[in-house]
């Protein structure tokens, strides 16, 4: 029996809203990839790091894949999702127990074409209503892949958590960690500042929230006490604006508020931050507007 460390990285992949960002938090044990009800709240590949005394993980969130694509955003969001799948050691295939639609079976078809071993995670089994109706399911779509595993789970109810790291570890190669036993990802804070305010304006505006929607930090300055932050919403269209800023702004305000206080928690430092909402013509739509916005295209 060896006592060797482990260390490697896996993907989370599978359509939006299937719960892989709320996993690799309850993985991780904090925030490191924002949640929200609104498809295709993560938009870049967010790592998470877990480190134990049996090796470290890396966990790779990724944007949902999903059909259409038909603007330069969409297109980017896939590419950034099948990049993710390059040379990881291990793949969690995330779906929703009781569903598998055309968007999953895409993901499906993906994955074929990749040599890592594919775990099926079936998340959400705590909102099935008849369990008896789970294994059926389990047994349906298991079939239609070649999966080294299929584990269901409740990421949100932290159901199965201790037993998919024993699993996800049992698969990872030996040999020495990569980073910082204290460090839960590699995102830079000024990306996570943004990422934040991004996850508050889906939370605040919910179904009203204008799908091109972005954040840039324009000023970070931080001192041993404060951190002061500039961030621009931008939006595709000027009759978006109004609806990010709300009624005498009041809006803004909330979201502004509800921002400040995650990332002084995030930071443990006080914060203060101003936003503002800024026009860039249908910026999802042209690729170079993408790419000037933060959403590089893979190397």
Do not use: C
């Not at 009781?98 to 089994?125: H, I, M, W, Y």
């Not at 995102?187 to 954040?215: C, G, N, W």
């Amino acid at each position: 029996m060896t006592n060797a460390t482990r260390f490697g990285h896996v993907a989370i992949v599978g359509r939006p809203n299937v719960g892989k960002s709320t996993l690799v938090n309850r993985l991780v044990g904090q925030k490191v990839s924002i949640t929200a009800p609104k498809p295709q709240t993560t938009r870049h590949r967010v790592t998470g790091i877990i480190t134990e005394a049996r090796g470290q993980i890396v966990l790779i969130d990724t944007p949902g894949l999903h059909q259409g694509g038909k603007d330069a955003l969409n297109r980017q969001l896939n590419r950034t999702a099948r990049s993710a799948l390059e040379g990881v050691d291990l793949i969690l295939f995330m779906v929703q127990a009781g569903q598998f639609g055309p968007e999953d079976e895409d993901v499906l078809r993906l994955l074929s074409q990749v040599e890592a071993p594919v775990v099926l995670v079936v998340n959400k089994v705590d909102l099935v209503n008849d369990k008896t109706d789970l294994l059926p399911f389990l047994a349906k779509v298991g079939e239609k892949g070649d999966f080294a595993e299929i584990y269901p789970m409740s990421a949100r109810r932290r159901r199965g958590l201790d037993g998919l790291l024993d699993l996800v570890f049992s698969y990872l190669p030996e040999g020495p960690i990569g980073y910082d036993e204290d460090q839960v990802t590699t995102a830079p804070v000024r990306f996570m500042a943004a990422e934040i305010i991004r996850e508050k304006l889906a939370r605040s505006l919910h179904d009203e929230l204008p799908y091109q929607t972005t954040v840039m930090i324009e000023r970070f300055e931080e001192t041993d006490r404060l951190v002061t932050i500039g961030a621009v919403i931008y939006v595709a269209r000027a009759g978006q604006k109004g609806i990010v800023i709300g009624n005498r702004g009041s809006r803004l305000k909330v979201v502004g508020q509800q921002a400040r206080e995650a990332i002084e928690h995030l930071l443990e430092k006080r914060v203060m931050l101003d936003l503002w909402v800024k026009v860039a013509d249908d910026w999802a739509d042209d690729e170079r507007s993408v790419a000037s916005l933060g959403y590089q295209l893979p190397e």
